[in-house]
């Protein structure tokens, strides 16, 4: 007994309706006209020194995407900056107090970047 995939029934009865074929267009100019979470965001970024025993860091904060775009910024940014840090929950922690150095970097990404003092 064969099985039929109902993803194979689906692209068999999109190929055959022009009504379905002109949807699928749409919902495809309507996802590469929506703008990217990494396009502009507004970051927060800030010295925070609380359960780090003294020790600083920078925390960024008010990320909208999902984890791994988080991901790829926290790295490029402890690249750029030479240091360790972390990223979870929509926030990037970096090792020591680097905002202005991380405010100028996400500056000229294009993003807009308040650093508290």
Do not use: Y
């Amino acid at each position: 007994m064969q099985t039929i995939d109902w993803k194979d029934k689906l692209s068999q009865l999109a190929a055959n309706d022009p009504e379905i074929q002109e949807g699928l267009n749409q919902i495809k100019e309507e996802e590469s006209s929506a703008p990217q979470a990494t396009d502009k965001q507004h970051f927060r970024v800030e010295l925070d020194k609380a359960g780090r025993k003294g020790k600083q860091a920078t925390l960024i904060t008010g990320f909208e995407g999902d984890d791994e775009e988080l991901k790829e910024l926290a790295t490029e940014l402890k690249r750029t900056c030479g240091v360790g840090g972390s990223c979870r929950g929509g926030e990037i922690l970096i090792q020591g107090d680097l905002r202005e150095k991380i405010g100028e970097i996400l500056t000229k990404k294009g993003h807009k970047v308040k650093i508290i003092r």
